[in-house]
């Protein structure tokens, strides 16, 4: 499937590339080290949708309203297309289309200690959408952390062919629809 979405989606990517390029000066592909399934780290790959050297004081969390992402970065993300190219992460068998959302390793550091269980989320290979993702916002915090991973706990404890069904149904709404952040 995800060979099949690739080659779909395959036209596109040249002409997200030029805007890409035309919007801000930078890298058209972003590439950061995300943890997988059992605490294994990958590269995940993805659209640049901000600023070159955004992160260049150490990471931290997007915000609502975040003055580091660019204004084609702002569409990208509420379509999700700036995802398109985890579908290579996909192919390579470092994700899967549908679980938790791949966290930063520097994230995850923090948000064991504060949430009992975390890694919790890392039996299963992360997702390029999810349960957390299509029901809950972007988060920003501890506490959004904390609720995103009571969506993915309850995905992973219930997962079927009808809750993916409908985490497909719901991400190709937001995908239309621009709900994403």
């Known amino acids: 499937m995800a060979i099949i979405a690739l080659v779909i989606s395959l036209p596109f990517l040249p002409i997200l590339a030029l805007l890409i390029k035309l919007d801000s000066p930078g890298p058209v592909f972003f590439t950061q080290i995300r943890t997988g399934r059992g605490g294994k780290n990958f590269l995940a790959i993805k659209?640049?949708?901000?600023?070159?050297?955004?992160?260049?004081?150490?990471?931290?969390?997007?915000?609502?309203?975040?003055?580091?992402?660019?204004?084609?970065?702002?569409?990208?993300?509420?379509?999700?297309?700036?995802?398109i190219p985890q579908l290579f992460?996909?192919?390579?068998?470092?994700?899967?289309?549908?679980?938790?959302?791949?966290?930063?390793?520097?994230?995850?550091?923090t948000l064991e200690q504060h949430i009992p269980f975390y890694k919790e989320r890392l039996i299963v290979r992360p997702g390029l959408t999810g349960?957390?993702?299509?029901n809950f916002p972007y988060g920003a915090s501890i506490e959004d952390a904390l609720q995103k991973m009571q969506y993915d706990l309850y995905y992973i404890k219930n997962r079927s062919f009808i809750l993916d069904l409908?985490?497909?149904?719901?991400?190709?709404?937001?995908?239309?629809?621009?709900?994403g952040r």
């Open 47 to 83: 659209l640049r949708t901000m600023i070159k050297d955004a992160e260049k004081h150490g990471a931290e969390w997007a915000k609502e309203n975040d003055p580091r992402i660019t204004r084609l970065g702002k569409f990208l993300r509420k379509t999700r297309i700036d995802e």
């Open 131 to 134: 349960w957390a993702q299509v």
């Open 89 to 109: 992460n996909i192919i390579r068998g470092e994700m899967s289309f549908i679980g938790p959302r791949p966290e930063r390793p520097e994230f995850i550091k």
């Open 166 to 179: 409908s985490i497909v149904l719901k991400t190709i709404k937001i995908v239309l629809l621009g709900g």
